[in-house]
Protein backbone atom coordinates (compact mmCIF):
# COMPACT_ATOMS: atom_id res chain seq x y z
CA UNK A 1 0.00 0.00 0.00
CA UNK A 2 1.32 3.32 -0.94
CA UNK A 3 2.45 5.88 1.71
CA UNK A 4 -0.93 8.30 0.85
CA UNK A 5 -3.18 5.49 0.93
CA UNK A 6 -1.98 4.72 4.35
CA UNK A 7 -2.11 8.03 5.43
CA UNK A 8 -6.21 7.63 4.52
CA UNK A 9 -6.36 4.86 6.61
CA UNK A 10 -5.12 5.74 9.37
CA UNK A 11 -6.86 9.37 9.72
CA UNK A 12 -10.31 7.16 8.91
CA UNK A 13 -9.17 4.66 12.17
CA UNK A 14 -8.50 7.83 14.03
CA UNK A 15 -12.08 9.52 13.70
CA UNK A 16 -13.88 5.63 14.30
CA UNK A 17 -12.00 5.71 17.64
CA UNK A 18 -12.57 9.50 18.44
CA UNK A 19 -16.11 9.37 17.74
CA UNK A 20 -16.32 5.90 20.41
CA UNK A 21 -14.44 7.53 22.87
CA UNK A 22 -16.80 10.99 22.60
CA UNK A 23 -19.50 8.11 23.26
CA UNK A 24 -18.08 6.43 25.94
CA UNK A 25 -17.58 10.25 27.41
CA UNK A 26 -21.19 10.95 26.92
CA UNK A 27 -22.40 8.14 27.94
CA UNK A 28 -19.84 8.25 31.78
CA UNK A 29 -20.91 11.69 32.61
CA UNK A 30 -24.94 11.63 31.96
CA UNK A 31 -25.64 10.42 35.43
CA UNK A 32 -23.84 13.20 36.71
CA UNK A 33 -25.51 15.72 34.91
CA UNK A 34 -27.85 18.31 36.19
CA UNK A 35 -30.62 17.06 34.24
CA UNK A 36 -30.32 13.94 36.28
CA UNK A 37 -30.48 15.63 39.73
CA UNK A 38 -32.26 12.70 41.15
CA UNK A 39 -29.26 9.36 40.33
CA UNK A 40 -26.59 12.18 41.92
CA UNK A 41 -28.79 12.11 45.06
CA UNK A 42 -29.37 8.48 44.94
CA UNK A 43 -26.02 7.31 45.07
CA UNK A 44 -25.16 9.53 48.17
CA UNK A 45 -25.89 8.07 51.07
CA UNK A 46 -25.30 8.60 55.31
CA UNK A 47 -22.68 7.13 56.52
CA UNK A 48 -23.98 8.56 60.10
CA UNK A 49 -26.96 6.80 59.66
CA UNK A 50 -24.66 3.12 59.64
CA UNK A 51 -25.49 1.67 62.88
CA UNK A 52 -22.16 -0.06 63.06
CA UNK A 53 -20.42 3.15 62.06
CA UNK A 54 -22.02 4.52 65.39
CA UNK A 55 -20.79 1.93 67.24
CA UNK A 56 -17.01 2.65 66.19
CA UNK A 57 -17.59 6.20 67.01
CA UNK A 58 -18.14 5.55 70.31
CA UNK A 59 -15.51 2.86 70.91
CA UNK A 60 -12.64 5.59 69.12
CA UNK A 61 -13.42 9.12 70.99
CA UNK A 62 -13.72 6.80 74.42
CA UNK A 63 -9.89 6.58 74.22
CA UNK A 64 -9.67 10.33 73.51
CA UNK A 65 -9.50 12.60 76.75
CA UNK A 66 -9.96 16.06 75.29
CA UNK A 67 -12.66 17.62 72.87
CA UNK A 68 -10.38 18.43 69.76
CA UNK A 69 -8.97 14.28 70.20
CA UNK A 70 -12.35 13.09 69.92
CA UNK A 71 -13.15 14.97 66.66
CA UNK A 72 -9.36 14.12 65.16
CA UNK A 73 -10.15 10.27 65.92
CA UNK A 74 -13.24 10.46 64.44
CA UNK A 75 -12.28 12.18 61.20
CA UNK A 76 -9.30 9.47 61.10
CA UNK A 77 -12.37 6.60 61.74
CA UNK A 78 -13.91 8.39 58.69
CA UNK A 79 -10.92 8.33 56.66
CA UNK A 80 -10.60 4.34 57.36
CA UNK A 81 -13.93 3.76 56.31
CA UNK A 82 -13.56 5.68 53.10
CA UNK A 83 -10.20 3.98 52.40
CA UNK A 84 -12.49 0.82 52.76
CA UNK A 85 -14.88 2.16 50.29
CA UNK A 86 -12.44 3.40 48.01
CA UNK A 87 -9.81 0.65 48.30
CA UNK A 88 -10.40 -0.80 44.59
CA UNK A 89 -10.04 2.41 43.16
CA UNK A 90 -7.31 3.82 45.12
CA UNK A 91 -4.51 0.67 44.43
CA UNK A 92 -5.08 1.75 40.78
CA UNK A 93 -3.06 4.92 41.14
CA UNK A 94 -0.73 3.99 43.55
CA UNK A 95 3.18 4.69 42.50
CA UNK A 96 1.59 6.24 39.16
CA UNK A 97 3.88 8.93 39.71
CA UNK A 98 7.53 8.48 40.74
CA UNK A 99 6.28 5.49 43.28
CA UNK A 100 4.58 7.69 45.02
CA UNK A 101 1.64 6.12 47.05
CA UNK A 102 -1.87 7.81 46.81
CA UNK A 103 -2.60 9.60 49.87
CA UNK A 104 -6.08 10.46 51.52
CA UNK A 105 -6.56 14.32 52.66
CA UNK A 106 -8.97 15.48 54.79
CA UNK A 107 -9.35 19.52 54.22
CA UNK A 108 -11.15 21.69 56.47
CA UNK A 109 -13.11 24.01 54.57
CA UNK A 110 -14.64 27.54 55.63
CA UNK A 111 -17.22 26.81 58.46
CA UNK A 112 -20.94 26.26 56.95
CA UNK A 113 -23.50 27.78 59.20
CA UNK A 114 -21.03 27.55 62.22
CA UNK A 115 -19.84 24.48 61.93
CA UNK A 116 -16.73 22.67 60.90
CA UNK A 117 -16.79 21.70 57.31
CA UNK A 118 -14.45 18.93 56.20
CA UNK A 119 -13.97 17.22 53.00
CA UNK A 120 -11.95 13.68 53.06
CA UNK A 121 -10.78 12.57 49.28
CA UNK A 122 -7.95 10.93 48.22
CA UNK A 123 -4.81 11.82 46.05
CA UNK A 124 -2.06 10.72 43.80
CA UNK A 125 -0.23 13.41 43.62
CA UNK A 126 2.02 13.37 47.10
CA UNK A 127 2.09 16.58 48.95
CA UNK A 128 -0.05 19.25 46.74
CA UNK A 129 0.10 21.44 50.31
CA UNK A 130 1.70 21.12 53.56
CA UNK A 131 -0.79 19.62 55.90
CA UNK A 132 -1.10 20.20 59.75
CA UNK A 133 -1.38 16.53 60.75
CA UNK A 134 -0.36 13.13 59.79
CA UNK A 135 -1.63 10.08 60.31
CA UNK A 136 -0.83 6.17 59.17
CA UNK A 137 -4.32 4.78 58.59
CA UNK A 138 -4.83 0.73 57.56
CA UNK A 139 -1.42 1.08 55.62
CA UNK A 140 -2.41 4.78 54.32
CA UNK A 141 -1.12 8.19 55.14
CA UNK A 142 -3.87 10.62 55.78
CA UNK A 143 -3.52 14.45 55.61
CA UNK A 144 -4.80 16.94 57.75
CA UNK A 145 -5.25 20.13 56.94
CA UNK A 146 -6.80 21.90 59.88
CA UNK A 147 -7.04 25.85 59.84
CA UNK A 148 -6.91 26.11 63.33
CA UNK A 149 -3.13 24.42 63.25
CA UNK A 150 0.42 25.20 61.62
CA UNK A 151 1.77 23.82 58.76
CA UNK A 152 4.14 20.70 59.60
CA UNK A 153 7.88 21.16 59.03
CA UNK A 154 9.50 19.55 56.12
CA UNK A 155 11.47 17.15 58.18
CA UNK A 156 7.54 15.57 59.83
CA UNK A 157 6.90 14.53 56.47
CA UNK A 158 7.97 10.85 55.05
CA UNK A 159 10.36 10.97 52.16
CA UNK A 160 8.53 9.26 50.04
CA UNK A 161 6.26 11.96 49.40
CA UNK A 162 8.32 14.35 48.91
CA UNK A 163 9.68 13.38 45.28
CA UNK A 164 10.31 16.66 43.86
CA UNK A 165 12.60 14.97 41.28
CA UNK A 166 9.33 13.42 39.27
CA UNK A 167 9.72 14.98 35.46
CA UNK A 168 6.31 17.13 34.90
CA UNK A 169 5.82 14.76 31.54
CA UNK A 170 5.76 11.61 33.84
CA UNK A 171 3.19 12.83 36.16
CA UNK A 172 0.09 11.45 35.89
CA UNK A 173 -2.47 13.41 37.47
CA UNK A 174 -5.72 11.32 38.72
CA UNK A 175 -8.91 13.87 39.67
CA UNK A 176 -10.75 11.68 42.28
CA UNK A 177 -14.47 12.98 41.47
CA UNK A 178 -16.48 11.90 44.48
CA UNK A 179 -15.56 12.94 48.20
CA UNK A 180 -17.14 13.00 51.53
CA UNK A 181 -18.63 15.76 53.32
CA UNK A 182 -18.26 16.01 57.35
CA UNK A 183 -20.02 18.48 59.13
CA UNK A 184 -19.28 18.45 62.23
CA UNK A 185 -20.50 20.52 65.64
CA UNK A 186 -17.26 22.93 67.28
CA UNK A 187 -18.12 22.42 71.00
CA UNK A 188 -18.99 18.21 70.54
CA UNK A 189 -18.39 15.42 68.74
CA UNK A 190 -21.72 15.76 66.68
CA UNK A 191 -21.82 15.24 63.24
CA UNK A 192 -22.44 14.27 60.12
CA UNK A 193 -20.97 12.32 56.95
CA UNK A 194 -22.20 12.36 53.76
CA UNK A 195 -20.86 9.95 51.04
CA UNK A 196 -20.16 10.21 47.31
CA UNK A 197 -20.46 13.99 46.61
CA UNK A 198 -20.01 15.36 43.54
CA UNK A 199 -20.43 19.68 44.78
CA UNK A 200 -21.57 21.82 47.52
CA UNK A 201 -25.04 21.91 45.47
CA UNK A 202 -25.52 18.20 46.41
CA UNK A 203 -24.82 17.58 50.17
CA UNK A 204 -26.07 21.31 51.00
CA UNK A 205 -29.38 19.88 50.83
CA UNK A 206 -28.30 17.17 54.05
CA UNK A 207 -26.12 20.06 55.81
CA UNK A 208 -29.46 22.23 55.71
CA UNK A 209 -31.17 19.49 58.75
CA UNK A 210 -27.97 19.52 60.49
CA UNK A 211 -27.91 20.82 63.82
CA UNK A 212 -26.08 20.68 67.33
CA UNK A 213 -28.64 21.20 69.47
Given at each position: ?????K??V???????????????????Q????S??????????K?????S?????????TS???????????????????????Q???????????????????????????????Y?V??S????I???????????R???L?????????????????L???????????????????????????K????????N????????????C?
Amino acid sequence: MRRKEKNIVAIFVLLILLIGCREKVKQYQEPSSSQDGRKIENSMKLLSEDSAYVTETARVTSKAKTLKEKQIAILLNIASRFIKEQQSDIRKHDGLNCSMPAVIEILQRDDYKGNSNYHVFWSNMGIIKVPTRIAKVQGRYVLLRLQDERALSKKAIPEILLDDDCPDDEVVLVINELSWAVLMCKNSTKHIVVMDVLNETDFSSYYGNFSCE
